[in-house]
């Protein structure tokens, strides 16, 4: 069975155009050494026209993916956001590059946590499975993370 929590923003009602958020303080020396001991660590950096071809390729019309100017000024977002599911393919890409030659996938679980901005690296960070359970998360260039995901292997 496969259960999916959908959450979603308020109207919008203030004032428009919105300012958009400041970046990020900078990394605290925690955020950087959880960074540093992932067993597995692969850095992304997304495009605009990968996330203009992934809103094409899912039907997903949502601005927020492909309008730069509909994100900063009506949403608020400081640059365009990386889809939930494109990050979740890009997670089990991964995790096959290491145990799918062995192992199939035998259940994902996942929650979106904080908004991964094109144009900013960010990594994936997986640490040695246990009993069959691989702990993967996603964390952007100020140790904020993004994704939290858990693989089962057959």
Same mark, same amino acid.
């Given at each position: ?8 923003? $308020?109207?919008?009602?203030?004032? %428009?155009?919105? $300012?958009?958020?400041?970046? +990020? #303080?900078? /990394? ?5 050494? #959880?960074?540093?001991?992932? #067993?597995?660590? %692969? +850095?992304?950096? /997304?495009? +605009? =026209? ?6 094409? %390729?899912?039907? @997903? ?5 492909? @309008? ?11 640059? %365009? ?6 990050? /979740?393919? /890009? ?19 996942? *929650?979106?946590?904080?908004? &991964? ?18 702990? =993967?998360?996603?964390?952007? &260039? ?5 994704? *939290?995901? *858990?693989?089962?292997?057959?």
């Amino acid at each position: 069975m496969q259960n999916r929590n959908w959450i979603f923003r $308020p109207e919008l009602t203030s004032p %428009l155009p919105l $300012p958009p958020p400041p970046q +990020p #303080a900078s /990394l605290s020396s925690n955020q950087e050494s #959880a960074a540093e001991t992932a #067993a597995y660590s %692969l +850095p992304i950096t /997304l495009t +605009p =026209v990968t996330l203009f071809r992934f809103s094409a %390729l899912t039907f @997903n019309a949502h601005k927020i993916h492909y @309008n730069r100017e509909w994100c900063r000024t009506i949403e608020g977002h400081r640059d %365009l956001v990386v889809h939930g599911p494109l990050n /979740l393919i /890009l997670i089990v890409d991964f995790w096959r590059s290491i145990y799918g030659k062995k192992h199939a996938v035998k259940k994902v679980s996942y *929650r979106a946590t904080n908004p &991964l901005y094109v144009g900013e690296e960010y990594k994936i960070l997986m640490e040695e499975e246990t009993d069959g359970v691989s702990e =993967v998360r996603i964390v952007d &260039l100020w140790g904020k993370t993004g994704m *939290r995901a *858990r693989i089962e292997r057959f």
